[in-house]
Structures are given as C-alpha cells and as structure tokens.
C-alpha cells in the first residue's frame, strides 16, 4: 500500500470537488473492496477522501411511490428494510445473497456498485492485465477463465461486473443519482451505469472524474414474484458463478437480468420479452453473439437451467 | 519405556479420566483471544522489526537484475535482503524446493527478497518498489501431459498374475480418475519471529514438528542445532503445511541476523499457494475384476503424480490399496513426473486423502454393476487376519464391517434406492452413498518431562505440538490419569524445543505416541516417588490426589518436589502388525435438477480409531476432516496455468475451502476399539481418518441423485451440466 493522505469531506459537492481537484484522489465509503485492492497496490490512491460523514444513509420513499437510497446505506440497512423487503424483495435477496454478514455491515449502496472484478489475473500484479496496467495485455483469454465473461467482452478484456445487488437494480431499472464536482447533478439509468470493456477496460462505469454518488433511486413498485437465484461452487461467500435476478407476473412476462456472466448487469429487453416462450428463447437471444472461452462456455447452458428453474418455481 | 510387546490390562483400561469428554483445557484461552500465535508474541522479545516476502514473478528462470534502491530508500526501512546478491541457503531432507538466496527461480512465489522496515505497512510499501527483470525460462508444467513418460517410483506391489485375472473376470472396472492440487491454507498463516542472542537463534514460530524443524534449520543456516530454540505453543493450522522450515522463519532468522534486530514476518495470503508446500494432484487409474459373487480376483491401482525436479514423492495415492480389501491378483504402483511447480508434499493423510476418492468410486461402480450392494461388496472382500498377500502380517484390530453395519444402521442406508436418478424432492434429485476409509497409524519414540511440586501439581513439559487438534488436554488427561490427580492439578507446556522432544503433529501419530510418552515420564515419575518414600511405584496406586502402597497411604507431594523424563520407545514387534484406524462414511445430498448446484444434506463417520482419549476433540477432529473433505470433492482446487506455470486462485477468495453452509448436519460415532499394538494407551489418532474416504460418499451420492458419474475432482457443476435431466 502506497503512503496516502486522508480527509472527511463534510457536503457532497466538497467531496466531489476535492477528489476532482487532485490527481489520484479517490473517494472511500466502507472500505470493504477499495483497501483491499490499495494492500496489493491495484489501487494506489495519493489521496482518500473519506464520505462517511455525508448524510447519505437514508432510504426515502419518493414523490411516484419509489425509494431513494442513500448512497451510504449499507447492504445490511437496505436489505432488512420493510418497504425493500415487501416491494423489492429481488433486491433483498440480491444482496443477502453477497458477501457475509460482517462485510454487508460495512459495506454501503455505493461501495458495492463499483466493486471492482475478481478476475484473479486482475489480482496478481505480476499478470499482464489492461484493466489493472491499460494496454499490458490480458492473462485471462487464454487462461483459467471459468469465473469469467461469456458476453459484452472484448480481445481486452473478458472480465465480469461481480456483484449482485447491481443485477437486481437492474431489473428494477433503478437510476443513480450523482453531484459533480460544480454542484450540478446528474441521474445515470443502470443500465448506463457500468459499461463493457471495449478498448478501455480500465474503464469500470460511465462516472466522470470526482463524479460523487449520492443515492440510487427505484422507481415505484412493480409487483410481480420476486427472485434472485445465485448459483456459485459453495453454499455461501462465493462470487456468482451465474446469477438470476427476475420479477415474474402471473401472465409469463417479466424482466430478467443475468449477473456473473459480463462486465455489467446484463439485461436485454427484446430477450426478456420472450420469457412467456421459456428459458431457452430468452437466453438464446440474451446470449446472442457470446463469445465463451471453452473454461466458461458452461455459463449460457447454466443461465438457461437457472432460468428454467426460476420460472418453473414461479409456476408452482 | 520400551514398548516391546503389547500392552496388557493397564489403568487405562479402568481410566476415569481418560477416555472422557473433556472440553478443551486451552479453550478458554483461544476464544479470548488470549492465546498468543507466532505472529501476535510482542513481549516475548523487544523492538520487533517487520518482514515482508517478495515472491517472483516467474515459475522458472533467472533473475538477471534485481534494483533495490527506491525501497531501500523507503522510509521506515532498515534493510532489504536481496536472493541475487545472497548464497542460496543449505537444505535439510525436509525441503526440496530452494528456500531463499541465488539467483534461480524454480517456481513461482519463490521467495526473492525480503525488506524489513519498522512497521509492517512500511516494509509492505517498500517491497513494491524493488524491480526484478527476469530471463524466463521454458518449464514443464501439465502432469497430463508428462503423465505418459514419468518414471515409476520404486517397485510395483504385485501378486498373482494381474493381467490374466483381470482379463478373464466376468464383471470389470477400468477407470480413470483425477485429483486436483490442494493448499492446506490454514487460518493462521505461516509466521516467524526471529532473534539472535549472539550465536543462539530463537525463533517463536508456527510449526507443527519442533525437532524435525530445529535439525533441518541447523541445515539450511549451516548452524549447530544445539543453538537454535524454537517455540510454537499455538498454531492456528496446519495441515501438514507447517511440518517443515518455510520462507517465513528462513528469511525471519537471515533479516535479524542482517539487521540486529528481532523479525518478525508473516507469509502473506497471496504467498502462500505457491511458495509453500501443496498437495500434488494425481491421475488414477483404477482396474478391478471380480467374480459374480462380488470376490475381486483383480485390484489394480495405479497413480501418476508429480514433484519438483531435484526431488521428492508424488501425492502417494495408493496407499490404501494393498490394505483395504482381499484380492488374490494385483497391479499397484506409483509415477512420479518432474514438473516445475511449486514443492508437493504432505497434506492431512497424504496418499490416502485422493486414493480414496478414486478407489472407493470405483468400488462403487463394481457395486452397480454387480447388482450389489456396496457394503456387501465391501463386506465379500473383507480380508482375513492378516494383510492380504502378507500372512507374517496380521491387522492388530479391524472392525470396518462393524463401522459398515452400525454406520448403515444409523444413516438409514436402506433407504436408498440402489437404481440411481429416481429419488425426487422437489427441484432437488436426491442420494446416498457411502465409503470405506482405512488410514494407517504410525508411531514415533516421544518424550517428556512431568515435574511434581511439593503441593502436588503436576507440569508436562514436551516438544508436542497442538495444531488445533486438542493435544494440551488429552496429555493433561494422561498425565492426570497416571499420577492420580484432577484434570486441574496438571499443567501442559507445549511447542518448545527446550523441551523433551515428542514425536510431533503429523501422519495422525501425534496423539498416540505423544500420549505415551507422557504416560512413561509419569510412569518414570512415580516410581521415583516411590524409591524416595520406600514402595514400588508400579505396583501403588495413584489416586484422587494420593498413593495407597501397600496398607500406607501418602499425599502426593509427601517426597517433596521432584521431576523426571522419559521416552515411549516403540518395539519391533509393530512391524509384525498392520496398525490402522478404519471408518465408513455415509452422506445424503441433494442435486439441483436445474443448476446441478450439490446441497449436502447429512453427512455420518463411523471410526474404528482405537481407545478414544477424548471424545469432545475426537469428534471435533472427525468433522473437521469431514469438512475438509467436501472442500476436497466439490470446489477446492489449485488451478494451474500451464503458461505461466503457476496456480492462479492464490487467495482464499480463489481458492473456495468449504464454508458452514456446506455443511448442514454431521455425526460422527466412534466404536472405542482399545488397540493394544500400538501404545500402553491402546489409543489411536483420528484427524486424518476423517477425510479419507467421505469425499467419495459424496461422490456416490452425487451419482446415486443424479446417474452421472464424474470422475474429475472437485465435482463442480459445469462438469455435469449437459448431462442432468432434460428442461421440460
Ligand atoms: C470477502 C468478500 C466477499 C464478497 N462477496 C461479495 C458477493 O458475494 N457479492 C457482492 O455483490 N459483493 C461481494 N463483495 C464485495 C462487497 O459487496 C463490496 O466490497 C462492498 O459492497 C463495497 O462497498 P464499500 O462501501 O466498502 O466500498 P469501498 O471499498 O469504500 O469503495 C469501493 C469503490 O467505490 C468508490 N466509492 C465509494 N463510495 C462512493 C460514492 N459515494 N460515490 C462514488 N464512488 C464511491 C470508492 O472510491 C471505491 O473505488 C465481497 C467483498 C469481500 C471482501
Ligand atoms: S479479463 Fe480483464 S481483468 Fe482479467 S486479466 Fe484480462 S484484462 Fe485483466
């Protein structure tokens, strides 16, 4: 870990002044993924600006009957919330899904959204990788791949997005709510949150530099059956190997988005449209123009499988 | 003590201390946090610096130039140990891999420098500033694809004519089946303070063999061995991955001796993959042959596996092979390949732990296609009193068909519907399966010293180490038991080489060895009790705080304080036996018939283990096998990248052990089978037993759920996918 110096900004537009203000500033929240990363030196931030004093740790409901989440509402608060639980109940099982109970504890809303990959080439500074050195290669194409992307990759990068409350809010098309460092704010729908690897996998998400998030907003309730299937190689504490975040209606439509299988949440509209047709028709379009690695193809038959299994439970 | 013959009716046999459930003595200590690991002894010695390993970079090649000028210009920093600019050090017979020093690289994460700073923060900032160019050389790192040409290691064990009986059998089994490398990845990692008082080394350490562990660091340093102490009272692991001298107290000894200071270094997570020792993986072939009766006329084992290219064993996995079951006819034999991997050696039961999984899946599928069921098989190929193919040798106790029978009685076996893929519950397809498990069990000369005080408190002193496995209470209940106290009035002090050496923790000898040892220094003890009070202390009893010799009765202090030391020697005759734990495994799972995601659902060890010193920690000792086992047939494995020669999951977050949600339900039933081959205690170890054997119930459940048979370690989904029920 690099020497780095530290302060606690006091309003959202200082915070994201001051990590705009100066190069290799970073802002921290829980802690939980970015001082990991700063221990191997994947991160090395000159400068932390600490945003746990912000008043950001409310859940709101909002003027159309959604929520408003504090970007420093932790997992743990947001899961257990009554209105989450009844009205949003993907989301609760999204994130209960993640991590352990002590890192739900710390970890917050905003944290959790730009969590960086676990490609373990990405963690071991001796590896080639362009998301951790831009344009030094990529370990992982041609390597032990099995955690990694099928879909949305580049020859850059095949690296996945490993969260899971982020597949959940996708489904719920909740939007994220920015200041930036002039005062201004900006609202970016999830599904133009995090962006796919291209040219510039270093590039984790579409926030500009100092770009602060102050809370994430989930539109009014939608109804439906609520499911997060999260299938990983142990029972527990384990990133997804492919993940299933779904509201089913009574009528066989519904929204579903696949996590652990691309660089963000991955959700395609004109692919769910067809889940009244089953599993198979919805992933062969969702997946249409993947490019598994032979370690990985497995992920497009098991996305479907855990699809089948999520309608066939909404049938019962 | 010689133990030359074996041991007849003794105290033990009416013991009221051993043999009892006895929560742990050192418990009260650990979950306060207040038991001191290798890493946490602050006040042991001084101004501690911190140590920080540098790994390199590469599996095989040269460092051709190394600059340490920034991080020696770091602050905080008080010296950086560079391998290019250092003599490789010695290597004792413990070691093959070269530890530190020179300027070749054999495998990745070898230790290359080592920077020691004031604070650990400082010297981990400053290590990331040395750069290291390296020449990288071509490597040899697939064992699939060496497995063809490596050499076999010693001589086959044959008998009969295998190929024939093989080829004329009416039912046959002729599979394949392979095993991934395993990391102990213990939760305290390996930890080293070191400190020079002239030419006297100390280090405070996690290590599992103290003496072992003093000699082959003598070797590696080129010092007298009569200068090193060594102390390793807790250990929070091991695994069989702290038996040996690693990096860590290397490095730790070469900085204090460098810097003139105490260091102190930990070997970070990430390291610990690949700079230390792992379990090799093997290739298993596996062939049997039998008659429609279920008697196996053919037993055919062999193993391919690797090791380093200046020495040792592969992953030994046939060693269960000659033992466990009756065959006139058979083939059973090691390979060794050369890879340029990090070091292969020992890993709880290593050999057994991955036989088992090939040889107890097949013993399953000659079962299926027998019609049989797999405990009759078993049961048809029971051998007689003696090992099969060695008459001069006779089992000392075996009770598998017991732990069989009492085993399928508890689990409900007959419930299980021998015709796989037909049980439903709900998503889930559901399974039983079982396996046999056989571990050897080895004995080693161990010694003690118990000291009475004039109030009658008893202290063990010993060179024995707890690696978690509960030998601070059952050598507390020893000695109790001898000298006649409460648990209370003993005291045991551990892991310090100043003291009589014990046999050590390993190869699941610990517990028996190190508990006779004991009980012949107390023996040695009461009998100089006796010389100094007038009676013979082998024919007095020791009681309740007193000794009644004869028609007097003495308070145990009454010749005032006094000590002696003793060494359990174990005799010749032992080799007239096969002395060895036995067990059956059962397990229950559910299979998604959507994802193929396995919930284990209940899991039951019945072990035939000897007198079971202490229940409590026995069976705590079983189920952490048991866990470790579903870690070994579902999800662990060190993933190797044959570009790059390395394993790539060198974390905990990459390489996924088996967590609580794994492992719902397990019970574990000991028969108590006093053994009196093996020790004046008749008591075996059981923390190896434990997993050999339950990673191939649940394979066999897996396959009794589902009808498809992987043959592949560990059985994750994506092998078996494509081959579950149809979507409907
Ligand atoms: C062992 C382990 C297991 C885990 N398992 C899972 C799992 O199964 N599923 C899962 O989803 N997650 C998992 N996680 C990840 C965990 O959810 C994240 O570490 C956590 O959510 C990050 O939140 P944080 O507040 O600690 O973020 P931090 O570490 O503080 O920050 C993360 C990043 O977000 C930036 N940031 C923080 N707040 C803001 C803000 N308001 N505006 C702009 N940028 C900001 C920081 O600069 C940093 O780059 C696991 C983590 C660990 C350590
Ligand atoms: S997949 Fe992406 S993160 Fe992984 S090594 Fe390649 S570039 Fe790096």
């Given at each position: 870990m690099k020497a780095f110096t530290y302060e606690r900004a006091k309003s959202p537009a200082e915070a994201a002044a001051a990590v705009a203000g100066r190069e290799g500033a970073k802002f921290i929240a829980g802690g939980t993924n970015l001082l990991d990363l700063m221990k191997l030196e994947i991160e090395a931030p000159t400068h932390l600006v600490d945003v746990q004093d912000l008043a950001l740790d409310k859940i709101e409901e909002t003027n159309d009957g959604g929520l408003r989440i504090g970007a420093l509402v932790t997992n743990t608060a947001l899961a257990a919330h009554p209105k989450v639980r009844k009205d949003y109940a993907v989301l609760t099982r999204a994130i209960v899904a993640g991590a352990s109970g002590q890192l739900r504890n710390k970890a917050t809303t905003a944290g959790n959204l730009l969590q960086r990959t676990r490609c373990p080439y990405f963690y071991d500074p001796n590896m080639p990788c362009n998301k951790r050195v831009p344009n030094s290669g990529c370990a992982a194409a041609e390597g032990f791949s099995r955690?990694?992307?099928?879909?949305?990759?580049?020859?850059?990068?095949?690296?996945?997005?490993?969260?899971?409350?982020?597949?959940?809010?996708?489904?719920?098309?909740?939007?994220?709510?920015?200041?930036?460092?002039?005062?201004?704010?900006?609202?970016?729908?999830?599904?133009?949150?995090?962006?796919?690897?291209?040219?510039?996998?270093?590039?984790?998400?579409?926030?500009?530099?100092?770009?602060?998030?102050?809370?994430?907003?989930?539109?009014?309730?939608?109804?439906?059956?609520?499911?997060?299937?999260k299938v990983r190689d142990r029972r527990s504490y384990a990133f997804a190997l492919v993940s299933v975040a779904a509201i089913l209606n009574d009528d066989g439509s519904g929204r579903v988005a696949f996590g652990g299988v691309a660089h963000k949440p991955w959700r395609v509209e004109a692919a769910e449209a067809l889940l009244p047709q089953g599993a198979g028709a919805v992933v062969a379009k969702a997946f249409e123009g993947a490019s598994p690695t032979e370690h990985n193809k497995y992920k497009i038959t098991l996305a479907e499988r855990t699809l089948a299994g999520v309608i066939a439970e909404a049938r019962s | 003590?010689?133990?030359?013959?074996?041991?007849?009716?003794?105290?033990?046999?009416?013991?009221?201390?051993?043999?009892?459930?006895?929560?742990?003595?050192?418990?009260?200590?650990?979950?306060?946090?207040?038991?001191?690991?290798?890493?946490?002894?602050?006040?042991?010695?001084?101004?501690?610096?911190?140590?920080?390993?540098?790994?390199?970079?590469?599996?095989?090649?040269?460092?051709?130039?190394?600059?340490?000028?920034?991080?020696?210009?770091?602050?905080?920093?008080?010296?950086?140990?560079?391998?290019?600019?250092?003599?490789?050090?010695?290597?004792?017979?413990?070691n093959y891999a070269p530890?530190?020093?020179?300027?070749?690289?054999?495998?990745?994460?070898?230790?290359?420098?080592?920077?020691?700073?004031?604070?650990?923060?400082?010297?981990?900032?400053?290590?990331?500033?040395?750069?290291?160019?390296?020449?990288?050389?071509?490597?040899?790192?697939?064992?699939?694809?060496?497995?063809?040409?490596?050499?076999?290691?010693?001589?086959?064990?044959?008998?009969?004519?295998?190929?024939?009986?093989?080829?004329?059998?009416?039912?046959?089994?002729?599979?394949?089946?392979?095993?991934?490398?395993?990391?102990?990845?213990?939760?305290?990692?390996?930890?080293?303070?070191?400190?020079w008082q002239g030419d006297q080394l100390t280090l405070w350490t996690s290590n599992q063999m103290i003496a072992w562990s003093k000699d082959a660091l003598a070797a590696i340093l080129g010092l007298d061995a009569a200068n090193i102490r060594l102390d390793s009272p807790y250990l929070g692991g091991g695994f069989g991955g702290k038996l040996w001298v690693r990096a860590d107290a290397v490095l730790a000894a070469l900085a204090s001796k460098e810097t003139g200071r105490a260091v102190k270094i930990v070997m970070q997570r990430p390291l610990i993959a690949n700079n230390t020792t792992h379990r090799q993986a093997t290739i298993q072939r596996v062939r049997l042959g039998a008659e429609k009766s279920g008697k196996i006329t053919a037993l055919g084992h062999e193993n391919w596996s690797y090791n380093v290219p200046s020495a040792g064993d592969g992953e030994t996995a046939t060693a269960q092979t000659p033992v466990l079951y009756a065959g006139d006819n058979r083939y059973v034999?090691?390979?060794?390949?050369?890879?340029?991997?990090?070091?292969?050696?020992?890993?709880?039961?290593?050999?057994?732990?991955?036989?088992?999984?090939?040889?107890?899946?097949?013993?399953?599928?000659?079962?299926?296609?027998?019609?049989?069921?797999?405990?009759?098989?078993?049961?048809?190929?029971?051998?007689?009193?003696?090992?099969?193919?060695?008459?001069?040798?006779?089992?000392?106790?075996?009770?598998?068909?017991?732990?069989?029978?009492?085993?399928?009685?508890?689990?409900g076996w007959s419930k299980r519907n021998a015709k796989p893929g037909l049980v439903r519950d709900g998503r889930y397809l559901v399974g039983m399966g079982m396996a046999a498990g056989f571990r050897g069990?080895?004995?080693?000369?161990?010694?003690?010293?118990?000291?009475?005080?004039?109030?009658?408190?008893?202290?063990?002193?010993?060179?024995?180490?707890?690696?978690?496995?509960?030998?601070?209470?059952?050598?507390?209940?020893?000695?109790?038991?001898?000298?006649?106290?409460?648990?209370?009035?003993?005291?045991?002090e551990l892991g310090d080489s100043a003291y009589p050496a014990s046999a050590g923790s390993g190869g699941q000898w610990g517990a028996a060895s190190s508990t006779a040892g004991v009980y012949a220094a107390c023996v040695a003890l009461r009998r100089k009790i006796g010389e100094a009070l007038g009676f013979d202390g082998d024919a007095a009893t020791f009681a309740d705080g007193k000794i009644v010799a004869g028609d007097k009765t003495h308070a145990l202090g009454d010749a005032g304080a006094m000590s002696a030391e003793d060494a359990i020697e174990f005799g010749k005759f032992q080799r007239d036996y096969n002395i060895g734990t036995y067990a059956a495994h059962f397990c229950e799972v559910a299979v998604d018939a959507y994802t193929g995601e396995t919930h284990i659902r209940r899991m039951l060890s019945v072990c035939d283990a000897g007198r079971i010193l202490n229940p409590l920690s026995a069976r705590s000792q079983v189920i952490g096998a048991m866990t470790m086992s579903v870690g070994m047939a579902l999800s662990e494995e060190l993933a190797v990248d044959p570009r790059f020669g390395f394993f790539v999951n060198h974390d905990l977050a990459g390489y996924e052990v088996a967590v609580h949600a794994d492992v719902p339900h397990q019970d574990v039933v000991f028969l108590d089978t006093p053994d009196p081959a093996i020790s004046p205690i008749k008591a075996k170890g059981v923390g190896e037993l434990g997993i050999c054997g339950p990673g191939a119930a649940i394979a066999n459940a897996i396959y009794n759920a589902t009808g498809i048979r992987v043959r592949d370690y560990p059985l994750t989904l994506d092998k078996y996918l494509d081959r579950l029920p149809a979507l409907v």
């Amino acid at each position: 870990m690099k020497a780095f110096t530290y302060e606690r900004a006091k309003s959202p537009a200082e915070a994201a002044a001051a990590v705009a203000g100066r190069e290799g500033a970073k802002f921290i929240a829980g802690g939980t993924n970015l001082l990991d990363l700063m221990k191997l030196e994947i991160e090395a931030p000159t400068h932390l600006v600490d945003v746990q004093d912000l008043a950001l740790d409310k859940i709101e409901e909002t003027n159309d009957g959604g929520l408003r989440i504090g970007a420093l509402v932790t997992n743990t608060a947001l899961a257990a919330h009554p209105k989450v639980r009844k009205d949003y109940a993907v989301l609760t099982r999204a994130i209960v899904a993640g991590a352990s109970g002590q890192l739900r504890n710390k970890a917050t809303t905003a944290g959790n959204l730009l969590q960086r990959t676990r490609c373990p080439y990405f963690y071991d500074p001796n590896m080639p990788c362009n998301k951790r050195v831009p344009n030094s290669g990529c370990a992982a194409a041609e390597g032990f791949s099995r955690q990694l992307a099928v879909v949305g990759t580049s020859d850059k990068c095949i690296a996945t997005y490993p969260g899971d409350m982020a597949i959940a809010m996708r489904v719920l098309d909740a939007v994220v709510e920015t200041v930036l460092p002039d005062g201004k704010t900006r609202t970016i729908p999830m599904a133009e949150f995090h962006r796919l690897p291209g040219d510039k996998p270093w590039l984790d998400n579409t926030l500009g530099k100092g770009e602060l998030i102050v809370s994430v907003r989930l539109p009014a309730p939608v109804g439906g059956q609520h499911f997060y299937h999260k299938v990983r190689d142990r029972r527990s504490y384990a990133f997804a190997l492919v993940s299933v975040a779904a509201i089913l209606n009574d009528d066989g439509s519904g929204r579903v988005a696949f996590g652990g299988v691309a660089h963000k949440p991955w959700r395609v509209e004109a692919a769910e449209a067809l889940l009244p047709q089953g599993a198979g028709a919805v992933v062969a379009k969702a997946f249409e123009g993947a490019s598994p690695t032979e370690h990985n193809k497995y992920k497009i038959t098991l996305a479907e499988r855990t699809l089948a299994g999520v309608i066939a439970e909404a049938r019962s | 003590m010689k133990f030359d013959a074996p041991a007849g009716k003794n105290l033990f046999d009416n013991a009221r201390i051993v043999g009892k459930s006895t929560r742990r003595i050192d418990g009260p200590l650990k979950v306060t946090g207040a038991a001191p690991y290798a890493y946490e002894r602050h006040d042991v010695i001084p101004n501690q610096a911190y140590g920080w390993i540098v790994g390199a970079g590469i599996a095989k090649g040269r460092i051709t130039a190394m600059d340490t000028s920034d991080a020696e210009a770091a602050p905080g920093v008080i010296a950086v140990l560079a391998a290019p600019k250092m003599q490789p050090v010695g290597s004792s017979p413990f070691n093959y891999a070269p530890l530190f020093g020179g300027s070749d690289v054999t495998h990745y994460h070898q230790a290359i420098a080592c920077v020691v700073a004031e604070t650990y923060e400082e010297a981990r900032a400053a290590a990331a500033l040395i750069r290291t160019r390296y020449d990288r050389g071509e490597g040899t790192f697939d064992l699939k694809a060496k497995k063809s040409t490596a050499p076999m290691s010693g001589e086959p064990k044959t008998r009969g004519d295998f190929d024939a009986a093989f080829a004329s059998a009416p039912v046959t089994v002729d599979e394949t089946y392979s095993t991934p490398g395993e990391s102990h990845m213990s939760m305290e990692p390996h930890a080293t303070i070191a400190s020079w008082q002239g030419d006297q080394l100390t280090l405070w350490t996690s290590n599992q063999m103290i003496a072992w562990s003093k000699d082959a660091l003598a070797a590696i340093l080129g010092l007298d061995a009569a200068n090193i102490r060594l102390d390793s009272p807790y250990l929070g692991g091991g695994f069989g991955g702290k038996l040996w001298v690693r990096a860590d107290a290397v490095l730790a000894a070469l900085a204090s001796k460098e810097t003139g200071r105490a260091v102190k270094i930990v070997m970070q997570r990430p390291l610990i993959a690949n700079n230390t020792t792992h379990r090799q993986a093997t290739i298993q072939r596996v062939r049997l042959g039998a008659e429609k009766s279920g008697k196996i006329t053919a037993l055919g084992h062999e193993n391919w596996s690797y090791n380093v290219p200046s020495a040792g064993d592969g992953e030994t996995a046939t060693a269960q092979t000659p033992v466990l079951y009756a065959g006139d006819n058979r083939y059973v034999a090691e390979y060794c390949a050369r890879l340029d991997l990090p070091e292969g050696n020992a890993m709880r039961a290593p050999g057994e732990a991955p036989g088992h999984l090939a040889l107890e899946v097949a013993m399953d599928e000659l079962a299926e296609k027998l019609g049989m069921d797999p405990i009759a098989l078993r049961e048809v190929n029971e051998p007689g009193k003696t090992v099969p193919g060695q008459p001069d040798k006779q089992f000392s106790e075996r009770n598998l068909v017991r732990c069989m029978k009492e085993g399928a009685e508890l689990f409900g076996w007959s419930k299980r519907n021998a015709k796989p893929g037909l049980v439903r519950d709900g998503r889930y397809l559901v399974g039983m399966g079982m396996a046999a498990g056989f571990r050897g069990s080895p004995t080693m000369k161990s010694a003690a010293r118990v000291k009475l005080a004039a109030n009658g408190h008893v202290t063990v002193e010993t060179d024995m180490t707890d690696i978690g496995t509960g030998s601070y209470t059952i050598i507390a209940q020893t000695a109790a038991e001898t000298m006649g106290v409460p648990l209370d009035h003993v005291t045991v002090e551990l892991g310090d080489s100043a003291y009589p050496a014990s046999a050590g923790s390993g190869g699941q000898w610990g517990a028996a060895s190190s508990t006779a040892g004991v009980y012949a220094a107390c023996v040695a003890l009461r009998r100089k009790i006796g010389e100094a009070l007038g009676f013979d202390g082998d024919a007095a009893t020791f009681a309740d705080g007193k000794i009644v010799a004869g028609d007097k009765t003495h308070a145990l202090g009454d010749a005032g304080a006094m000590s002696a030391e003793d060494a359990i020697e174990f005799g010749k005759f032992q080799r007239d036996y096969n002395i060895g734990t036995y067990a059956a495994h059962f397990c229950e799972v559910a299979v998604d018939a959507y994802t193929g995601e396995t919930h284990i659902r209940r899991m039951l060890s019945v072990c035939d283990a000897g007198r079971i010193l202490n229940p409590l920690s026995a069976r705590s000792q079983v189920i952490g096998a048991m866990t470790m086992s579903v870690g070994m047939a579902l999800s662990e494995e060190l993933a190797v990248d044959p570009r790059f020669g390395f394993f790539v999951n060198h974390d905990l977050a990459g390489y996924e052990v088996a967590v609580h949600a794994d492992v719902p339900h397990q019970d574990v039933v000991f028969l108590d089978t006093p053994d009196p081959a093996i020790s004046p205690i008749k008591a075996k170890g059981v923390g190896e037993l434990g997993i050999c054997g339950p990673g191939a119930a649940i394979a066999n459940a897996i396959y009794n759920a589902t009808g498809i048979r992987v043959r592949d370690y560990p059985l994750t989904l994506d092998k078996y996918l494509d081959r579950l029920p149809a979507l409907v």
